[in-house]
């Protein structure tokens, strides 16, 4: 088995599915659900089962919530839906594991953008949970620090860019 191979074969796919909504529609809005969608089949197809890939927004215990998010990861299992229209979602930020944001090309102005929609779901508190008690406790141990949830990722999908350097350069500001 070539790994390689396979990871070529699903990026041809992509960007085949990229080009095609870029020829065929021509509303921006149109073009980036379509991108998004591309992503989230992808997601779908190689990620496990217990995990749920949508769109929406999140929300704290609080009542505070984030800005529209292209894709969150989350637990399907143990998810409730507080509102769901087609695949749009609001769901509770205890339940999701990472944010990603989908670009067709990126730059620096929708780099600022995509981390402006990561910088809105940064204040959601994760705290309407129950703190495990017993004799074995699960941790998750992730940038040098134990944590007793999952602690939120974040990430960019770009389709295309100005070059790595570019986009390196321009999240070092």
């Not at 809005?29 to 992503?39: I, P, Q, S, W």
């Not at 350097?165 to 500001?173: C, D, F, I, P, R």
Request: hydrophobic share 40%.
């Amino acid at each position: 088995m070539n790994l390689k191979e396979i990871f070529d074969e699903v990026s041809d796919q992509m960007k085949s599915d990229f080009i095609k909504a870029q020829k065929s529609l021509s509303h921006a809005g149109l073009k980036g659900d379509a991108n998004e969608e591309t992503v989230r089949k992808f997601l779908r197809q190689y990620l496990p089962k217990t995990l749920d890939i949508t769109t929406g927004m999140l929300v704290d215990s609080d009542g505070n919530q984030s800005k529209q998010l292209d894709i969150i990861i989350c637990d399907s299992s143990k998810t409730p839906i507080f509102f769901q229209s087609g695949e749009t979602r609001v769901i509770p930020i205890e339940c999701a594991y990472a944010v990603i944001e989908v670009k067709a090309f990126i730059d620096k102005t929708e780099l600022e953008k995509a981390f402006e929609n990561m910088i809105s779901v940064k204040p959601l508190t994760k705290k309407a949970y129950f703190n495990q008690k017993g004799v074995i406790i699960y941790t998750h141990s992730l940038f040098g620090k134990e944590w007793d949830h999952w602690p939120m990722q974040h990430f960019v999908f770009a389709y295309n860019s100005t070059g790595l350097e570019s986009v390196q350069t321009n999240l070092n500001w």
